[in-house]
């Protein structure tokens, strides 16, 4: 079993593909980065949201169980877990799930739109060494337009608040029709808010956006352009991309 990042190329064998005659892929015994959805209520209602989420959504399961599904990711030999949403912090025990998964030694990072963190928040994702992972997906009026008014205010004031406290932030993006010419504009809002750390997704059709995939999600030959100039920038740009 995997236990650290230094066990991944010990544990790593090669698939060979015998039509091909060459070696395809290297296999890993499991997986070693998880998402785990914790809960499907959100108060944003993004247009794109491949979980769905809004303020009717699912709750998640109560702590304890969330804790045992916590305890049975680790025990599968998983590193980094990915805490994510609906938002997180709408549950009130958010604090104690992370506490909890980094108590057992998990990798841990939280996505978040980052409008429900308390100072008390903010501390507790000091003290675990926490990533914490905030959606911008283009300047003011694009991004309000794909994640609700006000949405680009709450998230700038948000990363502000983390990286006073010195939390490490990464910017998430969602790439999708509306906003694929918004790259480099986005690149220049991480620069203007000291963010080092910008994560370019493309848009799925998933949960919301599988509803509008002829409005959301790209073709072929866009995803692949988008692909190389995310390639270009993180040779070209400062920041990590």
């Known amino acids: 079993m995997i236990t650290s990042k230094k066990d991944i190329l010990l544990?790593?064998?090669?698939?060979?593909?015998?039509q091909a005659d060459k070696f395809s892929r290297f296999l890993l015994p499991h997986?070693?980065?998880?998402?785990?959805?914790?809960?499907?209520?959100?108060?944003?209602?993004?247009?794109?949201?491949?979980?769905?989420?809004?303020?009717?959504?699912?709750?998640?399961?109560?702590?304890e169980k969330a804790k045992l599904i916590i305890e049975k990711?680790?025990?599968?030999?998983?590193?980094?877990?990915?805490?994510?949403?609906?938002?997180?912090?709408?549950?009130d025990d958010i604090d104690e799930l992370l506490e909890h998964a980094t108590g057992i030694g998990l990798e841990v990072v939280i996505t978040t739109n980052g409008?429900?963190?308390?100072?008390?928040?903010?501390?507790?994702?000091?003290?675990?060494?926490?990533?914490?992972?905030?959606?911008i997906d283009g300047e003011k009026t694009i991004n309000d337009q794909l994640r609700?008014?006000?949405?680009?205010?709450?998230?700038?004031?948000?990363?502000?608040r983390l990286k006073a406290a010195n939390v490490p932030v990464r910017i998430n993006s969602t790439i999708q029709k509306a906003n694929i010419d918004?790259?480099?504009?986005?690149?220049?809002?991480?620069?203007?808010?000291?963010?080092?750390?910008?994560?370019?997704?493309?848009?799925?059709?998933?949960?919301?956006?599988?509803?509008?995939?002829?409005?959301?999600?790209l073709s072929a030959q866009q995803e692949n352009g988008v692909r190389e100039k995310a390639l270009t920038l993180r040779l070209r740009s400062d920041i990590n991309v």
């Open 148 to 160: 609700g008014e006000g949405s680009f205010d709450s998230t700038i004031a948000a990363i502000t």
């Open 182 to 217: 918004q790259i480099n504009n986005i690149l220049g809002i991480a620069s203007r808010i000291g963010v080092n750390n910008v994560y370019f997704i493309i848009a799925c059709a998933q949960g919301r956006a599988s509803e509008r995939r002829n409005d959301v999600c």
């Open 73 to 91: 990711i680790k025990e599968s030999g998983v590193i980094r877990l990915d805490i994510t949403g609906g938002e997180p912090y709408l549950r």
């Open 11 to 18: 544990a790593t064998t090669l698939k060979y593909d015998e």
């Open 31 to 63: 997986p070693l980065s998880v998402c785990y959805k914790i809960n499907q209520k959100c108060n944003f209602s993004c247009s794109h949201c491949i979980a769905s989420g809004s303020a009717h959504g699912y709750e998640g399961l109560p702590t």
């Open 115 to 135: 409008s429900l963190l308390t100072d008390r928040n903010i501390t507790t994702l000091k003290k675990l060494g926490l990533l914490v992972q905030l959606s």
